[in-house]
């Protein structure tokens, strides 16, 4: 399942929804633009290096942030800006635009810290706005959990579009990332080597975050 657009009105314009968006697509214009080396360098400086930040936490804080406006490829990119589009609007309307991103850049950085956690050592660069979408899919559960998502499906060769509970199309999203971090912590544990791949912890701690942080943001003010 894919998200199109939720069903759910807005009350304001999601300007720093949209501001997000533009940045992470014109840092991403700015990687493409890169030879590989270069590419590398930028992600080494920008990225989280687990191993960088264990080491030198004062002057390595920073990758916290910048890593969440950095992406690995043209879909990590645009599956990332799609969830912000369809549910980033709705949590920026319901905290107000500058709560709004100083929420989702504390659930990314905390994200970052949970990956950062699962693998102290690693020296892999972990990067992508997953951690504070996630964060924002974790506040939208809690408080539009009956909201109408329309939803792009593939049945073989056959696409359709259907309109489905948040909480349903959230809750696959999170059962899959704790399945799937759940192996990625087995598979290492098996084979004892260190492997790349999508950051699940990332995702489950914005996720959880985004839960605990948004009513203190005010998620559920009456207005």
Known sequence: MFPLYDENPTRTTP????????????????????????????????????????????????TLITSQFLHGG?????????????????????????????????????????????GIDSAIPSLGASGAISGVLGAYIIRFPHARITTLIFLGFFVTTISVPALVMIGIFFVQNVISGLASLQAAANMS???????????????VFGMILAPLFGLFRDD
């Open 15 to 62: 300007y720093f929804t949209y501001g997000l968006i533009g940045m992470n697509i014109l840092v991403f214009l700015h990687e493409v633009s890169l030879s590989n080396e270069q590419l590398e360098q930028f992600f080494q400086l920008y990225a989280v290096v687990p191993r960088e930040l264990t080491t030198d936490l004062s002057g390595e804080w920073i």
């Open 74 to 118: 043209w879909w990590h990119l645009i599956s990332n800006m799609i969830f912000l589009w369809v549910f980033g609007n709705n949590i920026e309307d319901r905290l107000g635009h500058f709560k709004y991103l100083i929420f989702y850049l504390a659930c990314g950085a905390l994200a970052a810290a949970c990956q950062w956690f699962i």
């Open 193 to 207: 080597v260190e492997s790349g791949g999508v950051a699940y912890w990332a995702h489950i701690g914005g996720f």
